[in-house]
T-cell receptor, first 117, second 113 residues
């Protein structure tokens, strides 16, 4: 099956530092990857859509200068949380698009839990 | 507006009993529908999906879901629940390739012995 990995799975950092999260599709190529954010006991909220070789498309209210997304290859997208603050603490989940026929299925990574102190 | 509604925030079912989780959607184009399960602190696992064809779809772990276009629903069912099914369940709707999924708020399933 299609596997998506995320690294790191858990990170604790000090306020003001930057954190990079990697999302990799291990056994397929993904033209499009998505980054979601999930607060405790809540649903997933789309942050941005990442397309290989082009700029990411951010959802309304998501600061593009704070959440830097780079989709350098068909198997890797990175999310960098710059100058992290405690309110950025959350569960970040990526997904990768696997096109099968005319429809698509998104496969999700295991998530990265970020805690900013 | 495009949205997914999961009316039940929390459901408790006895082990061995049947389960139905409700999902209603609003989507402007042809909907592709999904059910995902999430265990605490984990990512999402795809249970099943509906793209077209037979409106009753079978998934992993004994789950099935029925697409009812007239009711804009895609309810998830399981005939006999196991304690290991306790988790958070998310219904989602998407469109053609390259579009993000829209998730419902989730339903927490507890299984009592």
């Amino acid at each position: 099956g299609a596997v998506v990995s995320q690294h790191p799975s858990r990170v604790i950092c000090k306020s003001g530092t930057s954190v990079k999260i990697e999302c990799r599709s291990l056994d397929f190529q993904a033209t499009t990857m998505f980054w979601y954010r999930q607060f405790p006991k809540q649903s997933l909220m789309l942050m941005a859509t990442s397309n290989e070789g082009s700029k990411a498309t951010y959802e309304q209210g998501v600061e593009k200068d704070k959440f830097l997304i780079n989709h350098a290859s068909l198997t890797l997208s990175t999310l960098t949380v710059t100058s992290a603050h405690p309110e950025d603490s959350s569960f970040y989940i990526c997904s990768a698009d696997l096109l099968a026929g005319v429809a698509e299925t998104q496969y999700f990574g295991p998530g990265t839990r970020l805690l900013v102190l | 507006a495009q949205s997914v509604t999961q009316p039940d925030i929390h459901i408790t079912v006895s082990e061995g009993a049947s389960l139905e989780l409700r999902c209603n959607y609003s989507y402007g184009a042809t909907p592709y529908l999904f059910w995902y399960v999430q265990s605490p602190g984990q990512g999402l696992q795809l249970l099943l999906k509906y793209f077209s064809g037979d409106t009753l779809v079978q998934g992993i772990k004994g789950f099935e879901a029925e697409f009812k276009r007239s009711q804009s629903s895609f309810n998830l069912r399981k005939p006999s629940v196991h304690w290991s099914d306790a988790a958070e369940y998310f219904c989602a709707v998407g469109g053609q390739a390259g579009t993000a999924l829209i998730f419902g708020k989730g339903t927490t399933l507890s299984v009592s012995s």
